[in-house]
């Protein structure tokens, strides 16, 4: 129990009185404040609660968004390569359509140009030997001029 002795005199006790209900109130506001700090805890936690589910709730929502922008992108990246393989076929097709129209101008003016080496070749042929042949003409022609100039030589050098 208690060091205290029991207030024997009136006065006694109502010191002892003053003192418990000063005691008392001490408690009992403490206990207030206790109560108030408790309640201020519940806010604070229900109030980080909503937050934090807020949060997750707007992670997942932005988590989703993400996802939908890779996949858009993903397909759209893959919508633009189809695009430009079409497009590049459809000019390697214009090409090889162009070139197949072409084909029968081509075959005509080939065999024209074939004909026309074919007979730059036989000129060729025929003027070299023309060349040859007047090459010839002109060394003999110049040896029968050389004979003749040392004859002419000869005989004035012995007249």
Do not use: C
Not at 28 to 44: G, H, S
Not at 66 to 83: C, H, I, N, S
Not at 106 to 127: F, I, K, S
């Amino acid at each position: 129990m208690s060091s205290e002795t029991t207030p024997s005199t009136e006065q006694e006790w109502e010191q002892k009185l003053a003192q418990l209900r000063a005691t008392n109130e001490e408690l009992q506001r403490r206990r207030a404040d206790a109560e108030k700090d408790r309640d201020l805890f519940r806010d604070l936690y229900g109030k980080a609660s909503a937050h934090a589910s807020a949060v997750s709730a707007e992670n997942n929502e932005l988590a989703e968004r993400a996802a939908l922008a890779e996949g858009q992108a993903r397909d759209g990246v893959a919508m633009l390569k189809a695009t430009y393989d079409e497009r590049r076929d459809a000019r390697m097709d214009d090409e090889i359509r162009r070139r197949a129209a072409l084909e029968p101008e081509l075959r005509v003016e080939n065999e024209q140009l074939r004909g026309r080496l074919a007979a730059l070749e036989e000129d060729y042929t025929r003027l070299e030997g023309l060349l040859e042949g007047m090459t010839r003409a002109q060394v003999e022609e110049t040896s029968a001029l050389e004979s003749t100039v040392k004859n002419t030589i000869l005989a004035s050098v012995h007249a």
